[in-house]
């Protein structure tokens, strides 16, 4: 839509769908056990919501990534093949925007759960992965077309991976002015 009309509109109830693809890019040989590219085919469909209750806003996410089967994973003495059970992800962001302040503020979590490796046909139950994460995010302005956004997450629940904390800035610039919408 239009600039004008997209600033003007208002959010009740969204949903979506996404195909994120990685493809088997990149150097990779199976004699090193560190490769710069990966040797398998990565999908993730997923699905999302999003729902405006007046100045709050509930956004969640479902998807699952599958994975092919790497058929040249370093081994040694020989490379073997290496497969990836389905990892399920979750994710949710309650956010309250501030009108008169052109700004917002969010809590943040997700969960992801599965991922279990095999090698040679044999699974590895440690390589199981089940973990969370929370945090917050702010979107403050600076001037008319132009916000500064920060985050910051740590580790809920950590079963394998993802035991960190998390800051990050951005600057982000809107060529259509003071955004009347929810930008998460």
Not at 56 to 68: E, H, I, K, P, Q
Not at 108 to 115: E, K
Not at 149 to 173: F, H, L, P, T
Request: proline share 6%; with cysteine.
């Amino acid at each position: 839509m239009p600039a004008p009309e997209f600033v003007k509109w208002k959010q009740k109830t969204l949903l979506g769908v996404s195909l994120t693809v990685v493809a088997p890019t990149g150097q990779y040989d199976p004699t090193h056990l560190i490769n710069w590219g990966i040797n398998r085919w990565a999908f993730k469909p997923e699905l999302g919501y999003s729902r405006r209750f007046g100045q709050w806003v509930l956004d969640g996410f479902g998807g699952v990534w599958f994975y092919t089967t790497n058929n040249a994973f370093y081994s040694v003495p020989d490379p073997l093949p290496q497969t990836q059970s389905p990892i399920g992800s979750l994710e949710g962001h309650l956010s309250y925007d501030f009108n008169k302040l052109h700004c917002w503020a969010s809590l943040d979590g997700n969960f992801w759960f599965g991922g279990t490796t095999s090698l040679g046909g044999i699974a590895n139950g440690v390589t199981r992965q089940t973990s969370s994460r929370i945090g917050g995010t702010v979107s403050l302005p600076l001037k008319k077309n132009q916000s500064i956004k920060v985050s910051y997450s740590n580790g809920a629940y950590v079963r394998y991976g993802g035991n960190y904390q998390s800051v990050s800035v951005a600057w982000q610039y809107s060529w259509i002015g003071w955004p009347k919408f929810h930008a998460q």
